[in-house]
């Protein structure tokens, strides 16, 4: 059995770890809210943003001129995955990682697969492979739209030059502090939406076609980027608050085991000193 002062320093150590993690806690808790808001603001705008653009690629013909539509042979493949720049939250960014590799060695396999990574954890991982194209971690310093909308830019003009024949996205999807749901969405071309053989859409355009599709796909483009990121953002704060919650849980029960130990075995102490004491005392009466 460990001694007293073994005993004492690991009950300190592990009431330090309790309170930093209590703490970690309670600033996820605090980011969580703004960046809930956030995401939970902005998702219906981008669903249905997204849902116009699907039903706009459904009316296009070859001579639209949508560039983003193009349908080619998939030869090269850019994933980009969406993580954390730190870590203490839990599978988070595991399961990103894991799910990016699982597209590379199944999904992809024989094809020419590279990463770009939003994110230290997913660059990290994927770095010493040399498949890392770019690393945008520095976004998560200033989270606005304008600096993602940079980096989808970038997407769109690779794909456009013909860098890569499929672009797609892998991420957490928010649903709330303690569930995230990996997503893997296509980001490019643009699949449009199985049209109904019974149903008849016919639509007005005003401006014309073209000018809509100009306009329309770059920024919807953009707004599921952003959307991926702030979803990616919210779920970050929620993995980190409850791994957070789970370690104090465990710091406090250990702290207890642990001053039960530290309790008995003073007692076993104070209890053979007095023995001792009895002992020597018997020994001088004889």
Known sequence: MANLKEIRNRIS???????ITSAMKMVSAAKLKKAQD??????????KLTELLQDLSATLDVDSGSKFSEQREVKKV?????????GLCGAFNSNIIK?????ISNVYAGKKVSVLAIGKKGNDAFSKKQIVIG??????????????ADVAKRLMEMFTEGEF???????????NAATQEIIVEQFLPIVPIEKDANATLEYIFEPSKIEIVEELIPKSLKTQLYKGIRDSFASEHGARMTAMHKATDNATELRDQLKLTYNKARQASITNEILEIVGGAEALNN
């Open 13 to 19: 150590s592990v009431s330090s770890t309790m309170q």
């Open 38 to 47: 956030a995401i939970t603001a902005m998702r219906p705008y981008a669903d």
């Open 78 to 86: 850019l994933i980009v995955a969406i993580t954390s720049n730190r």
């Open 99 to 103: 799910q990016t590799q699982n597209l």
């Open 135 to 148: 690393n945008y971690s520095e976004l998560y310093d200033d989270l606005t739209f304008d600096n993602v």
């Open 165 to 175: 024949d499929k672009i797609e996205i892998v991420y957490n999807k928010f649903k």
